[in-house]
């Protein structure tokens, strides 16, 4: 028999979510003439020093509280249905540093947003330029875009 064709079908499929521990091994190295000095790399540095999450731990838990809405309690749920005991308040926890860690970012989006001359934002309403009402010197709504541009005075 030889092949004449063949018929092809595709399926969606899922592998969820893979928890993993990575383990950082530092050789100590010590000199046999001389006992004294022992050398060692360096750690490596942490967003949690001494934690025990990743920066992809914790970005996952930011993605699925502040993206998706999931709350933490729901998230920590998550993880003891995977077989990981992990609190809401350490969730929490490792929230806190997070933002921390990312404060620079949020300060200098901030000044660049503020010292531009306009800012346009979805879903805005008057009511939105209230809390900026001391530099705002007009807004205009766009209800076709669900829009709203701010125009702010220099300075």
Avoid at 55 to 74: G, Q, T
Avoid at 116 to 142: E, N, P, Q, T
Wanted: hydrophobic content about 45%; charged content about 20%; overall charge positive.
């Amino acid at each position: 028999m030889h092949a004449i064709g063949a018929d092809v079908s595709e399926r969606l499929d899922v592998i969820p979510a893979q928890f993993r521990v990575l383990v950082t091994r530092r050789p100590k190295y010590a000199c046999r003439a001389c006992e004294e000095t022992v050398v060692q790399a360096p750690a490596p540095e942490r967003l949690i020093k001494g934690g025990l999450p990743t920066e992809a731990m914790v970005a996952s838990v930011l993605v699925s509280k502040y993206a998706w809405h999931l709350p933490l309690y729901r998230q920590g749920q998550m993880l003891a249905a995977q077989g990981l005991d992990i609190k809401r308040s350490t969730l929490a926890f490792w929230v806190g540093y997070a933002a921390a860690a990312l404060r620079p970012v949020y300060e200098r989006l901030r000044e660049l947003i503020l010292t531009s001359g306009k800012i346009a934002g979805a879903g805005m309403d008057h009511a939105s330029g209230f809390m900026l009402r001391s530099r705002v010197k007009s807004c205009h709504v766009c209800p076709e875009i669900r829009a709203s541009f701010l125009t702010f005075h220099a300075g």
